[in-house]
């Protein structure tokens, strides 16, 4: 059984030798695989419910079923994931498309195995009370796919995006600046949404409104996956599983998001049914928007190098290994 591993230290307890297990020091509290080490996988994740399914597969015991060791660490989000694998302390990591491109532009190496969720509603456009789209001065941004979602969404209305100011923020401030009026408006998502909603902000539509969405990708790096194809393509099938549970019974992920990341389980629910979750392989679609992306950072300058999506984004790889 696969066990949520605590930082804290209950006093008087034992210490079990088979917890001794290798995290990495921004890691939060990670689940310990048993059996021989030389077949762990750890995987990196973020903390909201968007990573759904490695929380509700660990809980449910499905990588053990399958006869996997795994080790699901959680860090901060963003590229923290994602460079736990350039840095060797993590096998695999779950990150948006707009951040494993960032990441990869810096790390050749990086290699993305194929889709387990997307969504075109689960950021949405927030405006402070009064204000109106054309209204608009000043949004906060968050750096990535808050950037670039704002740029789309300041260019459907007609706007010059360089005749917005933008405030760089974190989602966890918007709600604030935005109720003290330092802000009019910030494209983001629950529970910060939620929040600018319950202190007079209002919601005036989601990124498929102006024809934006996102996707998460499964990322390893090349040299680990040159020798372990077969055993990531199982760990991705067990993911793909989960999304399938997912996507018929949001509830039942609720649980495991809510346990894992002590979050209300009511909430987290309204989060899941946000997001479509299925493992799949890439689309010409995701090339495209691959390629938009690149693009877009380039322009921005916010890429250290070249990314080419039809090198790192490897096309029928998930059908391929995961049957």
Same mark, same amino acid.
């Given at each position: 059984m696969?066990?949520?591993?605590?930082?804290?230290? +209950? *006093?008087?307890? !034992?210490?079990?030798?088979?917890l001794?297990?290798?995290?990495?020091?921004?890691?939060?509290?990670?689940?310990? *695989?048993?059996?021989?080490?030389?077949?762990? !996988?750890?995987?990196?994740?973020g &903390?909201?419910?968007s990573?759904?399914?490695?929380?509700l597969a660990d809980?449910?015991?499905? =990588?053990?079923a %399958?006869?996997?060791?795994?080790?699901?660490i959680?860090?901060?989000g963003?590229?923290?994931?994602?460079?736990n694998?350039?840095?060797g302390?993590?096998?695999?990591s779950g /990150? *948006?498309?707009s951040t $494993?491109?960032?990441?990869?532009a810096? /790390? @050749?190496?990086?290699r %993305?195995?194929?889709?387990y969720?997307d969504?075109?509603?689960?950021?949405?456009v &927030?405006?402070?009370?009064?204000?109106? @789209?054309?209204?608009?001065?000043?949004m #906060?941004?968050?750096?990535?796919?808050?950037?670039?979602?704002?740029?789309?969404?300041?260019?459907?209305?007609g706007?010059?995006p360089?005749? +917005?100011?933008l405030?760089?923020?974190?989602p @966890?401030?918007q709600?604030?600046l935005? %109720?003290?009026?330092? +802000?009019?408006?910030?494209i983001?998502?629950?529970p910060?949404?939620?929040r600018?909603v319950?202190?007079n #902000?209002h !919601?005036v539509?989601?990124?498929?409104? =102006?024809?934006?969405r996102y996707?998460?990708?499964?990322l $390893?790096?090349?040299?680990?996956?040159?020798?372990?194809?077969?055993?990531? #393509?199982q760990?991705f099938?067990?993911?793909?599983? $989960?999304?399938?549970?997912?996507?018929?019974d949001p509830?039942?992920? %609720?649980?495991?998001v809510?346990a894992?990341?002590?979050?209300?389980?009511?909430?987290?629910?309204?989060? +899941?049914?946000?997001?479509?979750?299925?493992?799949?392989?890439?689309?010409?679609?995701? =090339?495209?928007?691959?390629?938009?992306?690149v693009?877009?950072?380039r322009?921005?300058?916010?890429l *250290?190098?070249?990314?080419p999506p039809?090198e790192?984004?490897?096309?029928?790889?998930?059908?391929? /290994?995961?049957?």
């Open positions: 696969i066990e949520v591993l605590r930082r804290r230290v +209950i *006093a008087g307890a !034992v210490v079990v030798a088979a001794v297990l290798a995290t990495t020091a921004c890691a939060r509290p990670a689940t310990q *695989a048993t059996g021989n080490a030389s077949d762990l !996988v750890r995987i990196s994740v &903390v909201d419910a990573y759904a399914p490695f929380f809980s449910e015991g499905m =990588f053990a %399958a006869g996997l060791h795994v080790q699901i959680q860090t901060e963003g590229a923290a994931s994602a460079q694998v350039v840095a302390t993590s096998e695999l /990150n *948006a498309d $494993a491109l960032t990441v990869m810096g /790390n @050749p190496g990086l %993305a195995l194929g889709v969720e969504s075109d509603r689960y950021f949405r &927030v405006l402070r009370g009064g204000a109106t @789209p054309k209204s608009i001065r000043k #906060g941004v968050f750096p990535g796919i808050g950037l670039y979602f704002t740029d789309r969404y300041l260019r459907s209305l706007v010059d360089a005749s +917005i100011t405030v760089t923020t974190s @966890p401030e709600p604030a935005l %109720a003290r009026g330092d +802000i009019d408006a910030f983001s998502y629950d910060w949404v939620a600018a319950g202190s #902000g !919601v539509g989601t990124t498929g409104d =102006f024809g934006a996707s998460q990708w499964l $390893a790096s090349q040299s680990w996956l040159s020798t372990h194809e077969r055993l990531a #393509g760990v099938r067990v993911l793909a599983q $989960a999304a399938d549970i997912i996507a018929a509830s039942r992920a %609720a649980k495991a809510a894992a990341i002590r979050m209300d389980p009511g909430e987290a629910r309204d989060q +899941i049914t946000q997001i479509d979750f299925r493992g799949r392989d890439f689309r010409p679609d995701d =090339f495209e928007q691959a390629r938009e992306l693009d877009f950072f322009g921005q300058g916010k *250290a190098g070249p990314v039809q790192v984004m490897l096309a029928g790889w998930f059908g391929r /290994n995961t049957q």
